[in-house]
């Protein structure tokens, strides 16, 4: 079939999510757009990741229509369209509770670069997105929910490339990627970065990381003259 890839792509990230350890009972989804098509490819709603087989991925356009599935997609749907419709370039979201960001998340604060490990993934603060108006959870919440990302990174200037992810007041991470595997490497990154985050702040609440040095670790693997890798 057309989109078979596409949904064994989506289906990969989703069982890569668990076997990292970001995801508790069904508590994640992970999707993958291809631009192309304007198609993408999402975890069915509450199906335990046990049971998941990847024809199960739903098929959704970017207007919220189920192309090819008798299943619901996941209920965070419309949060991964708003992303995909607004953050040109990316092709892969992952959402998680996983422990550490989503405690930062209920703390509604966000996430200081404290460190080299983040800073060769996220250039600066992984911020924390504002709590919903009553109304705009009551209207359309998961439409809402993207738009709340979109327009806080918009508002406040943050490149969505050099910090492809963030926590949700009360909620939990969100991740993307120009691809899927970026996002979910993100999601990882994200977690230890929060792990660290608190830990490093209990042993000290002063911590002085420059500038400079996360400048250098960020773009010696994602600027214009990185050298990292191969």
Request: proline share 4%.
């Amino acid at each position: 079939m057309k989109f078979d890839n596409l949904k064994k792509e989506a289906y990969n990230a989703n069982i890569d999510i668990v076997n990292y350890n970001l995801v508790t009972l069904t508590f994640g989804n992970a999707s993958v757009f291809d631009s192309s098509e304007g198609i993408m490819a999402i975890k069915p709603s509450g199906v335990p990741y046990s049971n998941l087989k990847w024809q199960d991925m739903v098929l959704v356009d970017l207007e919220f229509n189920i192309i090819d599935s008798k299943l619901n997609p996941s209920s965070d749907t419309k949060t991964h369209i708003e992303l995909f419709k607004n953050f040109k370039n990316i092709s892969g979201i992952v959402h998680t509770h996983s422990k550490w960001a989503t405690i930062w998340s209920q703390a509604q604060k966000s996430i200081p670069c404290l460190g080299t490990t983040h800073a060769d993934h996220f250039n600066g603060i992984i911020p924390c997105i504002p709590v919903l108006s009553k109304k705009h959870v009551e209207t359309d919440y998961e439409l809402n929910t993207g738009l709340s990302i979109v327009n806080y990174y918009k508002k406040n200037k943050i490149n969505y490339i050099s910090v492809p992810g963030c926590v949700l007041s009360n909620h939990a991470p969100f991740t993307w990627g120009k691809t899927i595997k970026e996002a979910v490497n993100n999601a990882v990154v994200l977690e230890e970065s929060a792990m660290m985050a608190y830990h490093s702040l209990k042993i000290n609440n002063r911590i002085n990381f420059p500038d400079y040095v996360l400048k250098k670790h960020f773009e010696r693997k994602h600027g214009k003259k990185s050298y990292y890798g191969q």
